[in-house]
């Protein structure tokens, strides 16, 4: 009798199992797992599309808005080598030497003239003084090269250069290749780092330059002349007397010419100073210096009329200050543009949701038929209407409120882009308006008056408040839309209606200022985030209804 009575207490006080056996709670588990994951695998589509096409784009935004790396990459020996300047007077000799062998490769590259348009968004003139420094290089190294040239001929072939500076297992190789096969990576020959440290760096640049670039053999390409000047450096540094390697003959005659008193030779300073007065002006450098972290403040700094400067950020001059009247202006003429919606909107909207159906949808069409217009067109058309020989002026005339000659100037202005964004964001505010409206009872309105109130006690008291949640609604769509309006603005308003959209256009086609551009879409962005915070703050998000 004990063990029969103690069995059943067992199972009892174990897990409850499912009909496979397996404890329930596990199986619940498991199956909760499995609609999770087919639900995300549903979804997944679309938050695929949505991180590709919005959050992506945004965070490259954020990104670029930042993001310096031109200066550190493109002269990476000057910038460091600038790390140690104070900023007063010129930088050292080291400075440009760095600086020469930096731009030197920059310009084979042709990225001279990239670095160059970065840094004249910082000073005025970088653009010019770097390209020309790119075609002036040149002329410091062939000083040397000449006279290598004149001593052999060897020095300006390809072929001595590649037996001095490479392995022989790569110049087996090389000798081998055959166009179209891989090019062999190059080596540089036991001990010549030692032996001529400075050559055997530029060289070592020319020749994977060469391989992966321009995919030339090094056995039929003569060196750039910067590896001449290298080439002097190290003749000038140290004793080649001992060299027995190859074309000791030509080293040691290369090192007998560098030490006569004949050599002409040229110092960097006085080459960068031959190539433009302005490398010997200590602007440039403290530009190098100031923007040469890979990542700067720069950029959000000139988006609020400030700079950067050595001593920290400062204000711009009055007349150069642009961007801050235009958030102001393009915030300002938003709000307008979103009353003067709510203005007309409104009516049309309580009139639409009080019709019959039949003739409320009739009339509907009416406010869509602008989605099917092109903007293009709809802008343009107030283009015409609006100008002084325009179809308003001409009827303000035949009516007698302005003279001929007093016609209004009502396009190319803030008016002119006013009206015409009212009229193309319009629909975005009745729509709303219309779909919360047709849910308010009629009822409360009857029953209100029943009560004794007046028209207006009625509508001000009973049916207006449960309209603000379409006001909201339609508001917000309309606010963020103007802000980020540019076709309008471009084409509508002139020098004193655009919007800071139409600058954010203007630096990403024209200047090619990405950098600010992304750093004024960065706050207009952050703008709007502030301004959706403060108005679910004081209205509540959860009031905005669309329907």
Same mark, same amino acid.
């Given at each position: ?8 207490? #067992?199972?009892? $006080? ?58 550190? =990459? ?75 040239? =004149? ?17 022989? =297992? ?6 081998? !290749? ?51 000047? %290298? ?16 074309? %000791? ?57 400030? #700079? ?19 958030? #102001? ?8 543009? &979103? ?19 039949? #003739? ?48 209004? &100037?009502?396009?190319? $202005? ?56 379409? +006001?909201? %609604? ?58 959706? !915070? ?6 509540? +998000? ?6």
């Amino acid at each position: 009798m004990t063990a029969s009575t103690d069995v059943p207490e #067992k199972e009892a $006080n174990g897990p409850m199992l499912a009909a496979d056996g397996t404890p329930l709670k596990k199986s619940l588990s498991r199956a909760l797992r499995v609609q999770k994951m087919r639900a995300l695998a549903l979804i997944a589509p679309l938050l695929i599309f949505v991180l590709v096409t919005f959050i992506a784009p945004i965070g490259d935004m954020l990104f670029r808005s930042v993001e310096n790396q031109i200066v550190s =990459d493109t002269m990476p020996k000057t910038t460091q080598a600038l790390a140690d300047w104070d900023g007063t007077g010129l930088p050292s000799d080291q400075v440009f030497e760095d600086a020469y062998y930096d731009l030197f490769v920059a310009a084979e590259r042709k990225l001279h003239t990239r670095l160059g348009s970065r840094l004249n968004y910082e000073q005025t003139g970088a653009s010019s003084l770097f390209r020309k420094s790119g075609r002036g290089l040149d002329d410091i190294g062939e000083v040397y090269q000449d006279q290598f040239e =004149d001593l052999d001929e060897n020095w300006d072939e390809a072929q001595p250069w590649a037996e001095m500076m490479g392995s022989d =297992d790569w110049l087996e190789k090389e000798a081998a !290749w055959e166009k179209g096969d891989r090019l062999p990576k190059f080596a540089l020959r036991d001990g010549v780092e030692d032996l001529l440290p400075r050559t055997a760096e530029q060289y070592e640049i020319f020749a994977n330059y060469t391989h992966r670039e321009e995919g030339d053999s090094l056995l039929e390409e003569e060196p750039w002349s910067a590896v001449h000047t %290298a080439l002097y450096q190290d003749l000038t540094a140290n004793d080649y007397s001992s060299y027995s390697g190859p074309h %000791a003959d030509m080293l040691k005659a290369a090192d007998q010419l560098v030490a006569s008193p004949d050599f002409e030779t040229v110092g960097f300073k006085d080459g960068f100073g031959e190539i433009d007065k302005d490398w010997l002006e200590p602007e440039i450098w403290r530009t190098l210096k100031l923007y040469a972290p890979k990542y700067t403040s720069g950029y959000f700094l000139n988006s609020v009329d400030m #700079k950067l400067t050595p001593e920290g950020a400062e204000a711009r001059p009055e007349n150069e200050r642009i961007y801050i009247m235009l958030f #102001k202006r393009t915030l300002f003429m938003s709000l307008v543009i &979103t009353c003067s919606c709510i203005l007309l909107g409104y009516p049309v909207a309580y009139i639409l949701s009080n019709l019959p159906a039949r #003739k409320a949808n009739l009339l509907m069409i009416l406010v869509l038929l602008p989605f099917w217009t092109s903007l293009l067109v709809r802008t343009s058309a107030w283009k015409i209407m609006l100008q002084q020989q325009g179809v308003i002026n001409d009827v303000l005339v035949w009516i007698g409120l302005v003279s001929d000659d007093g016609r209004l &100037t009502m396009i190319n $202005n803030q008016f002119g882009t006013i009206v015409a964004m009212t009229h193309i964001l319009l629909p975005f505010m009745i729509l709303p308006m219309y779909s919360v409206m047709s849910t308010i009872p009629h009822s409360y309105v009857r029953a209100s008056k029943s009560l004794g109130a007046t028209d207006w006690t009625t509508f001000w008291r009973v049916y207006f408040p449960q309209s603000v949640p379409g +006001i909201g %609604a339609g508001s917000i769509l309309v606010f963020i839309l103007s802000i980020g309006y540019y076709i309008t603005p471009e084409i509508v308003g002139g020098t004193t209606g655009t919007f800071i959209s139409n600058r954010i256009a203007y630096h990403i086609s024209t200047s090619l200022n990405w950098g600010l551009a992304a750093a004024l879409g960065s706050i207009l962005l952050a703008v709007v985030l502030i301004l959706y !915070w403060a108005y679910d703050r004081i209205v509540g +998000i959860d009031n905005v209804k669309l329907g």
